[in-house]
């Protein structure tokens, strides 16, 4: 596809279920962000992955959060025993790496994913 | 350690009238920085990027500007309209081998009729 697509769009969950949240980045993009967003919040970020470099996690807010990417392609963010404070927009974006160091890297976004524990 | 503050944090002002939100950075090797809008409801979508030796770089309404000695930038925006609504995030990119997007909390406008 043209853009970064996630899914699902909306989830409505049960507290203590697990969920699994996907993002497609745009082909090429070898950088790939995970963000939350809380109602009325900023972008808190979760994890980054770059490449086949180990994953940046220092965002993840507890061990029941974890995310995987396998090469440069799909990633999914799995939340495990949600919580209610979980509840949030989870956005994924992607991005070329410039290695240059001083081109015109852009983060491109995906619609993100409202996830709602009930 | 890296990290990208923007202030206000949060501000509301009548249609038509002009506005400016603040960005400081503490990233570094700087590479470039963006400023994101963001409906609500919406992915970020990108309005300008400036990278070193870009001191202001305009989009219609919108003109950003950077200072690279002081680690500031600014976003004003003109005759605002009740469409520019919308939460504004302040993006810096850390050169390296492995470019890492930073990002800031955002501003959120409120533009009123």
């Known amino acids: 596809g043209a853009g970064v697509s996630q899914s699902p769009s909306n989830k409505v969950t049960e507290k203590g279920k697990d969920v699994e949240l996907r993002c497609d980045p745009i082909?090429?993009?070898?950088?790939l962000y995970w963000y939350r967003q809380r109602l009325g919040q900023g972008l808190e970020f979760l994890i980054y992955?770059?490449?086949?470099?180990?994953?940046?996690k220092s965002g993840l807010p507890s061990d029941r959060f974890s995310a995987e990417r396998t090469g440069e392609s799909v990633s999914t963010l799995t939340i495990q025993r949600t919580q209610q404070e979980d509840s949030a927009v989870y956005l994924c974006a992607s991005s070329l790496v410039d290695i240059g160091g001083l081109g015109n890297t852009e983060a491109f976004f995906g619609q993100g994913t409202r996830l709602t524990v009930v | 350690k890296n990290q990208v503050e923007q202030s206000p944090q949060s501000l509301i002002i009548l249609e038509g009238k002009n506005c400016t939100l603040q960005c400081n950075y503490t990233v570094s090797p700087f590479s470039n920085l963006r400023w994101y809008k963001q409906d609500t409801g919406r992915g970020p979508v990108s309005l300008t990027i400036m990278t070193f030796s870009e001191n202001t770089k305009s989009n219609g309404r919108y003109t950003a500007t950077l200072d690279a000695d002081t680690k500031q930038s600014s976003l004003h925006i003109t005759a605002s309209q009740l469409s520019d609504s919308a939460s504004y995030i302040c993006v810096v990119t850390r050169y390296s081998s492995a470019s890492k997007i930073i990002f800031g909390s955002g501003t959120r406008l409120s533009i009123r009729p």
């Open positions: 082909s090429g993009h070898t950088a």
């Open positions: 992955f770059q490449g086949n470099s180990a994953p940046d």
